[in-house]
């Protein structure tokens, strides 16, 4: 009988795995491309993962020109995290961005991200949209 407890907890770990799928979500592979394809950005690699201790979260890293000043910065950094945001409902995030020497950990802690871009949307969608519109990169 010792051995139902550990059994319970892995079928409650696959259940809570299964309620944080990508229902009216933007597809993973899509955010990682949009967030690559934004000025600025090097290089994205990040992966969805769920474990017991941080729950569901996005983790990898994301490459920022060094060059960037600090408003354009702050601009792309703005529009990762509104991307993210359309992606799955995460609790925390293992994300870190990578500008020359200095790294920012824990990006994307979309908290209070409904208060600047409302609900997250109920349904599929192929595609992130963004309301954050950055200046040309080298243009500040």
Not at 52 to 61: L, Q, S
């Amino acid at each position: 009988m010792r051995s139902r407890p550990a059994v319970w907890a892995v079928a409650v770990a696959f259940a809570l795995a299964a309620c944080t799928g990508s229902v009216g979500s933007v597809p993973d592979d899509v955010l990682v491309a949009q967030i690559g394809d934004l000025p600025g950005v090097t290089s994205a690699s990040l992966d969805f993962s769920t474990d017991p201790t941080y729950g569901p979260h996005y983790d990898g890293e994301i490459v920022l020109d060094p060059d960037l000043t600090p408003d354009e910065f702050d601009c792309v950094a703005t529009q990762i995290v509104e991307i993210l945001w359309q992606g799955r409902y995460v609790q925390t995030s293992s994300v870190t961005l990578v500008s020359g020497e200095n790294r920012f950990p824990g990006i994307g802690g979309l908290g209070k991200s409904s208060q600047r871009w409302g609900p997250r949307s109920s349904k599929p969608r192929p595609s992130a949209t963004l309301s954050t519109e950055c200046p040309p990169i080298g243009s500040t």
